[in-house]
């Protein structure tokens, strides 16, 4: 009888590159950028990883197929090296099979990296791309934020919310991530915003103006784990071990049966309450004590507010006005400034995410610093579209927690 | 047995181009074109073509009739989106008509449309199983050219065999001539025309007179028992003075359309017969009339049933669902008239794979989804295994229509950033009455249309991707506002 990831793999060492407009590096240069930082961090060597995964999601930008692209930047000692995409899932993919392959026992230490480039599309915005043969047929023309703006008519609809008020709240958000990652030298966007200038900004895809759309930009993060037995024989201490590792995928209902009303994730759902449970975390509200989640968008943070269970169904507009989710809130959220500000290298981002809540719980975040000591830290790390998509849920936290 | 008119409708595109706009761009160039810049001519959007427009036109003339015993689909345009893959074909696949069906191209003239019903009518008289006649039109114009300021897009459908008949046909006549007007050859882009005066006066009026007349000597009937002359000359004078000439009372010409429509090359006479038909009374007398390399003349008589074989809409339907277009720049950029800098994210390949298409073409085309038949959940597309989270069976789904189920707004948005001809592309989720969604493309939103969550929409056929790498288009269908 399976018993979860609980406890079963620390980390060792994390490294994340500076996010950005990196027109003078390949993604070659952003890897080893990440990679280096963990590997002082872990205090380890290229020749004690034993296996590694590389996430990436829109490779024919810039790597390429296969993982070959990861070992020859990093130099792998020809171990196995795996690829994973799993949309903007595809950094917690990659950690996923780095953590499973350490707790079945095939390995000692593995190695998880995602990278992407996307800045040498020579245009804003992610590119536009074939969905597949089929789909290319019969797929509406919709942009990222076009998928994701579906969420606010649903959402005001359904909770009987006005429009203005709705915007005012992915407002608050924007906001309050800049505020965040005004503190973060590794975020690409570090200046402040306020209300009004998001409330007027261009409109993208109504409802989200430019300041409710995180950007595209380039960057790599890396994570090496182990087991804590392993770690404590390193002379690590405070151990931050993970939780809960869980996923969720879309399997049509979403976008073929009436049953799904449009307004929320039926994955992230499915995922936390696993994920949770696999913690051994009853009350989440109580006792998550910061998360990152994919906030691609304003409006997929406000609604994952609910999908998390962290806010009641309905009830984000009035935690995210009551500065409950701030940073000197009570339960931060993108306390790093989350994708709003580091932007969106797809195969990263959900490294980067597990990045800030490691240096929170060893105390090592700097101007960010939570003064209350964190004991569970979550990523959310979704890619697709409403409905459709990958939604993983990662619980780390202070070993024995 | 006797043969006529079973049932007859039409399409003209939402937006109508305001023609005093046209005249801003261009009188500085041509100021004659000053006396034709009256009222509005319809404009196609920018994913509609003459298939997409046989198609609405059909389904509006078939609406809610039984579809199984239609032995035919006949196509007249001279504005084929393809020279050498069938036209009727993608009309009979969106229709859903099976493959039993003769499908056939007329084209090359200004009475293709009427000799398509003509020869529809010979063959439908043995009883076999009526015809559908369509006729569509989106003619090329150049930018300041009289054509650009006359014509409107359009279509009409007519479906003709024995029977319950609204319209019998009492009889026809055809004459052919080389009588070259204006030509277009397969290295032309455009139309080249020849000088009005003698098109008018060696053409017109020698042509169809001598026509008409042979007809009504024919069929025994006066020129003074015509109820209603139809002739689509854009030049009101010209039907005017045909009539004058045969004797047809003034008052029997029937309005051309030319204020709130525009000629729409060989659709227009049948356009022009299906609204006639659609305020005939029983007994009119209405005889429809072309030109082009000769004349085809047709007179039907309405029946007592007449009434009973209007479309859904029709003609008059559709001209009462009206955008005031004021934006000539948008007609030019939808047309090919001007160079646009679409951008890089306008670059992305549209290829479509033939095989693919083939095998996927019932969904694409036919708009068919599945009905599971141990739950009986409608799901789009039709798939192995049911999307019903309670059932999820597996092989049990048959094959289900979509393409007229009411439908309604879940959720929606307008997307500035994806790259359309149109933009912002509006789309949103829409669900249908009896079950079944989909992320959907919204088309024919204008300035005035006011989206939200909830509102009654329509599944409409229309190009979803022009491929100019290949020069191929595929089709697939769009949500529009349900009036």
Known sequence: MASGIKDKVAILGMGCSKFGERWGDNADDLMVEAYTEALEDSGIETSQIEMAWLGTAIEEQHVGKSAVPLAMALRLQYIPVTRVENYCASGTEAFRGAVYAVASGACDIALALGVEKLKDTGYGGLPQRSRGSVADLVWANASAPGSFAQLATAYSAKHGVPAEDLKRAMAHISVKSHDNGARNPKAHLRNRIDEDKVMNAPMIAEPLGLFDCCGVSDGSACAIVTTPEIARSMGKTDLVTVKALQLAVSNGTEAQHNSWDGSYFKTTRAAAQRAYKEAGIAKPRDQISMFEVHDCFSITELVTMEDLFISPEGGAVKDIMDGFYDADGKVPCQIDGGLKCFGHPIGASGLRMLYEMYLQMQGRAGERQRSQEPVFGMTHNLGGFPHQNVSSVTIVGKEGA | ?483
């Not at chain 2, 090359?265 to 017969?273: K, N, V, Y």
């Not at chain 2, 599945?370 to 092989?395: D, E, L, M, Y």
């Open chain 2, 1 to 483: 047995m006797e043969v006529g008119i079973l049932r007859f409708g039409g399409y003209v595109p939402q937006s109508r181009l305001q023609r005093a706009e046209i005249l801003k761009a261009h009188g500085w160039f041509n100021p004659g074109l000053r006396g034709l810049a009256k009222g509005e001519r319809a404009m196609a959007n920018w994913d509609e073509d003459p298939i997409t427009m046989a198609f609405e036109a059909s389904r509006d003339c078939l609406a809610g009739r039984d579809r199984d015993d239609i032995s035919a689909l006949y196509m007249a345009s001279t504005s084929f989106p393809f020279l050498d893959r069938q036209n009727a074909g993608v009309v009979a696949s969106a229709l859903d008509l099976g493959s039993g069906v003769q499908t056939i191209d007329l084209a090359s003239s200004q009475r293709a449309g009427t000799s398509a019903l003509s020869v529809a009518l010979k063959t439908a008289a043995s009883g076999d199983g009526p015809i559908l006649v369509a006729a569509s039109e989106k003619r090329r114009a150049k930018a300041a050219s009289p054509l650009e300021m006359t014509s409107g897009d359009g279509a009409a459908a007519l479906l003709v065999g024995t029977g319950d008949l609204a319209a019998k046909l009492i009889g026809a006549h055809t004459e052919t001539t080389d009588f070259v007007d204006h030509f277009r050859s397969e290295e032309s882009e455009y139309d080249y025309t020849w000088e009005e005066r003698w098109v008018r006066d060696e053409g017109y009026m020698k042509i169809v007179p001598s026509a008409v007349s042979a007809l009504l000597e024919k069929t025994g009937v006066a020129a003074s028992d015509i109820s209603r002359f139809c002739f689509p000359a854009a030049n009101v004078r010209v039907a005017g003075g045909i009539a004058k000439a045969l004797g047809i009372a003034p008052e029997a010409v029937a309005d051309t359309l030319q204020a709130t429509c525009g000629e729409a090359g060989t659709a227009h006479a049948l356009i022009l017969l299906v609204h006639a038909l659609e305020s005939a009374k029983p007994g009119d007398r209405i005889l429809v009339a072309s030109f082009g390399q000769g004349c085809d003349a047709l007179l039907f008589e309405a029946t007592e049933a007449v009434a009973n074989g209007k479309g859904a809409s029709g003609v008059s339907g559709h001209l009462a669902r009206r955008f005031a277009e004021t934006n000539y720049a948008k007609f030019q950029s939808f047309n090919g008239l001007v160079t646009m800098e679409r951008g890089i994210r306008s670059e992305i390949d549209k290829n479509t794979g033939l095989s693919t298409h083939h095998r996927n073409v019932a969904m694409t085309q036919g708009f068919v989804g599945g009905k599971c038949t141990k739950c009986g959940t409608n799901q789009f597309p039709k798939s192995n295994i049911c999307v019903n989270p309670n059932c999820n069976a597996v092989g049990t789904q048959v094959d289900e229509p979509f393409a007229d189920k009411a439908a309604q707004v879940n959720s929606y948005t307008a997307d500035q950033l994806t790259y359309s001809p149109n933009p912002p592309n509006y789309f949103g989720m829409i669900q249908f009455e009896g079950g079944g969604r989909l992320l959907s493309d919204f088309t024919d939103v204008f300035a005035d249309s006011k989206i939200e969550v909830g509102m009654p929409m329509k599944m409409m056929f229309r190009v979803k991707d022009y491929d100019e790498a290949r020069g191929f288009r595929r089709y697939f269908w769009k949500a529009a506002p349900r009036a």
